[in-house]
Every structure is written in structure tokens, then in C-alpha cells.
Nanobody
Framework: QVLVVESGGGLVQPGGSLRLSCAAS????????MAWYRQAPGKQRELVAA???????NYRDSVKGRFTISRDTAKNTMYLQMNSLKPEDTAVYYC?????????WGQGTQVTVSS
């Protein structure tokens, strides 16, 4: 069994910053890709950023230059540094972790960008 837990969400003003964390624990042999998704009310879940075990990263266009994904392999943890936040970044952010070829989701953390 694998447990994935996100943290770090909250309410922030436009232009502000937040750092999300995602920790995987349990029966883990190897973690491959780790990714952040988000889902706004009434919209489909969308990929925000991903990081492979080889160190490659990719971002959706709307967050390039503002968000940075990173991983701490030793701790099975991933982070998402979000700067210059905009109201349109408001969503529930989910972590997805590929553990031994199987994907696991966290419960999500709410990010609200509002003045």
C-alpha cells in the first residue's frame, strides 16, 4: 500500500507565492515520474508540471517561468514552488506518483488566489 499526501495549500493574494509538498510513503521499491495536477471548479483536471526519475521536467505553458517542480529522491518527496500567482491558478492541486509502474493520487490541497 502506498500513501500520497499533499500539503502547503492556502489563501494567497495575487502576485504571492506558495510552496506545495507531496510525500509518498509505504511499500515503495522505486518512484518513476511524479507530477502535479490541478482541478478548478467545473473544469477538468489538468497537468501542471511533471518530473521524471531521470531529472527531466515539463510544465504547462500557463505556469512556465512562475512554477518550479523539484524532487527529493531520498525522501520520496516532491515540491511545487509557485510564484507570481494569479487568480486563474485557483484550484485543488493533486499529486500523482508513479510507484513501480502504478499511479497513486493524493487527496489534494486547495490553492486560492484572491485579494
Amino acid at each position: 500500500q502506498v500513501l500520497v499526501v499533499e500539503s502547503g495549500g492556502g489563501l494567497v493574494q495575487p502576485g504571492g507565492s506558495l510552496r506545495l509538498s507531496c510525500a509518498a510513503s509505504g511499500n515503495i521499491f522505486r518512484i518513476y515520474a511524479m507530477a502535479w495536477y490541478r482541478q478548478a471548479p467545473g473544469k477538468q483536471r489538468e497537468l501542471v508540471a511533471a518530473a521524471t526519475s531521470g531529472g527531466s521536467t515539463n510544465y504547462r505553458d500557463s505556469v512556465k517561468g512562475r512554477f518550479t517542480i523539484s524532487r527529493d529522491t531520498a525522501k520520496n518527496t516532491m515540491y511545487l514552488q509557485m510564484n507570481s500567482l494569479k487568480p486563474e491558478d485557483t484550484a485543488v492541486y493533486y499529486c500523482n506518483v508513479d510507484v513501480d509502474g502504478r499511479g497513486y493520487w493524493g487527496q489534494g490541497t486547495q490553492v486560492t488566489v484572491s485579494s
